[in-house]
């Protein structure tokens, strides 16, 4: 995983984030940020304040391991999510640390932060202290539940920001039980809507020459993409809230079972209806006043659902795949997730990279990658996740110019 040399720039050379985030949601970003080219210094109090680092899995000197979190010990979580930065320590509660802080935000272009309510007031590092030493500063907050919180006292992990957002309600088999998204869903869209808004606050400051304050949350974003499925429209005319692998409104669409796995059909119009019909060898079904147009086929869904699974029921995936492909409807085998972290097609286009360790090298680890390419810009993540304080000189001594002696001090007082 290491960089090669490319005749074309990063999209964000030149700009420099302060990295404040833990956890998922706000190192995602400045993950992002960084495989765009922007100098990201991750700050963490003197012995680790991510409480990411004590995440398992762990990569040690025994390999990768579920126990306890030993010396020289690193998260596979940090490995992932610290790659291309740059990792200081700086203990925030103390006043030699703001100050050093305050010393830093004059060098920046952004802060990124993802605190519990009140903790970047409490420290003296919030937006309208940060905006007062630095006004071109764009700062970007990325919440759980919205700022100032929709839901006082309740903590925002991924699980209860998707059963709050109203998602969870829309996962699963109608029959079924509410849903948990399998990824950490919320702590990974934020960010992307936060990045959005940093590189637009960018663009403006362009032209206004001041930064601003960006914040996004993790159950707003959540929430704002439940209407493109007319979610109230449908339920309100007896559409049920879940529809598991199937999608009514655009019925046959879905997944359905085979002799030896599952594929995924989606013969959303009426062409690829009437060449599903043709495949299963009931071409009659297209006439069917159930089944002839989009309208009727949602109404009926369940009934044409289960006329397909006999036919897929009674054939191999292969087969199926191979019959529809023939006629041009869509239909592909439902992947293990294994299968595509595995898939050399995955790691060549770059959504997929091998982990790396810093002193170690690879990893039996798989990461994700950056999946966003452009024709005259380099985009990826090239330098494996630092060991904890690794910059402290670099970003201390070099860009702030304290001299070693002072530095030492600083260490002895455990400030950084």
């Known amino acids: 995983m290491t960089e090669s040399p490319t005749q074309h720039p990063r999209p964000l050379e030149g700009l ?69 930065k740059k990792s200081v320590t700086l203990d925030l509660k103390s006043e030699a640390g703001r100050e050093l802080f305050y010393e830093l935000v004059r060098h920046a272009d952004i802060v990124f932060e993802n605190s519990s309510d009140g903790v970047t007031q409490r420290l003296g590092v919030d937006y309208e202290t940060v905006r007062a030493i630095n006004p071109r500063i764009v700062y970007a907050s990325v919440s759980g539940l919205g700022i100032p919180t929709l839901y006082p006292g309740v903590k925002a992990m991924d699980i209860t920001v ?168 869509p239909c592909v085998p439902v992947r293990t997730a294994l299968e595509v972290l595995s898939d050399p097609e995955m790691f060549e286009r770059g959504a997929l990279e091998r982990l790396e360790h810093p002193r170690a090298g690879v990893i039996d680890a798989v990461a994700g990658g950056i999946p966003i390419h452009m024709s005259a810009a380099t985009v990826g993540l090239g330098r494996p996740a630092p060991e904890l304080g690794d910059d402290n000189d670099e970003v201390f001594g070099t860009l702030l110019g304290l001299d070693a002696d002072r530095l030492q001090v600083l260490r002895e007082k455990r400030v950084i």
Do not use: C
């Open 162 to 329: 998707q059963a709050l957002s109203g998602l969870m309600d829309t996962t699963g088999n109608a029959d079924g039980p509410p849903t948990r998204v399998g990824i950490a869903i919320s702590d990974l869209l934020a960010p992307l809507y936060a990045v959005i808004g940093i590189q637009s606050a960018l663009l403006q400051r362009a032209i206004t020459g001041a930064g601003q304050h960006v914040v996004v949350s993790m159950l707003e974003s959540l929430v704002s993409l439940l209407p493109f499925e007319h979610l109230d429209v449908l339920q309100r005319n007896g559409f049920p809230a879940r529809s598991g692998n199937r999608h009514n409104r655009l019925a046959p669409f879905g997944v359905y079972g085979t002799r030896d796995g599952h594929v995924s059909i989606a013969a959303a119009n009426d062409d690829w209806t009437r060449l599903l019909f043709a495949a299963m060898g009931t071409p009659q079904l297209a006439d069917d006043a159930r089944f002839s147009g989009r309208g009727p086929r949602a109404v009926h869904a369940g009934e044409l659902d289960d006329l397909i699974e006999q036919w897929t029921g009674a054939h191999t995936s292969a087969e199926v795949i191979a019959e529809l492909a023939a006629r041009g409807v």
């Open 16 to 84: 420099r984030v302060l990295d404040m985030t833990v956890a998922l949601a706000g190192p995602y970003g400045t993950l992002l940020l960084a495989a765009l080219g922007a100098e990201v210094i991750k700050i963490e109090a003197p012995g680790g304040g991510d409480i990411a680092r004590h995440n398992p899995p762990f990569y040690g000197d025994n390999g990768i391991h579920f126990g306890a979190l030993a010396d020289g010990d690193v998260s596979l979580s940090v490995l992932a999510r610290a790659r291309n």
